[in-house]
C-alpha cells in the first residue's frame, strides 16, 4: 500500500482558485507516476492530470488545459495541483493516485488511491 493523503478542498467562488495538495507515506517516492483524477456526482471518475517520475511535460484533460498545473517536490514525497479560474464544473471530490505506467490516464492503471478531498465551485 501507498498511503496517500490529499488536503486543500474547500468552497471557492468561479474564477477563483485553489491549491490542492497529496503527501505519499513511501520511499523512492521520486520513482512514482503520479496523479489527480476527480469525481463528480452521478459520474464516473476521470482524468485530471498526470505527472511522470522520468520528467518530461505533464499530461492534461483538454477541460483543464491551461488553467490547472500538476507539480511534485520530491523532496516533501508530494504532488500538487494548482486549480485557477475555476468554474461551477470543476466541482468534484479530487483523488491523487500513484503507481502507474508512464503514459497512464485510466483509473485502472493506477495501483494507489487517497481517500479524496472536496472541491465546490459556485456560480
Known amino acids: 500500500q501507498v498511503p496517500l493523503v490529499e488536503s486543500g478542498g474547500g468552497l471557492v467562488q468561479a474564477g477563483g482558485s485553489l491549491r490542492l495538495s497529496c503527501v505519499a507515506s513511501?520511499?523512492?517516492?521520486?520513482?512514482?507516476?503520479l496523479g489527480w483524477f476527480r469525481q463528480a456526482p452521478g459520474k464516473e471518475r476521470e482524468f485530471v492530470a498526470a505527472i511522470w517520475w522520468s520528467g518530461g511535460r505533464p499530461l492534461y484533460a483538454d477541460s483543464v488545459k491551461g488553467r490547472f498545473t500538476i507539480s511534485r517536490d520530491n523532496a516533501k514525497n508530494t504532488v500538487s495541483l494548482q486549480m485557477n479560474n475555476l468554474k461551477p464544473e470543476d466541482t468534484a471530490v479530487y483523488y491523487c493516485?500513484?503507481?502507474?505506467?508512464?503514459?497512464?490516464?485510466?483509473?485502472?492503471?493506477?495501483?494507489?488511491w487517497g481517500q479524496g478531498t472536496q472541491v465546490t465551485v459556485s456560480s
Open positions: 493516485a500513484a503507481g502507474a505506467p508512464l503514459g497512464a490516464t485510466t483509473t485502472s492503471e493506477y495501483n494507489y
Open positions: 513511501v520511499r523512492r517516492f521520486s520513482m512514482y507516476n
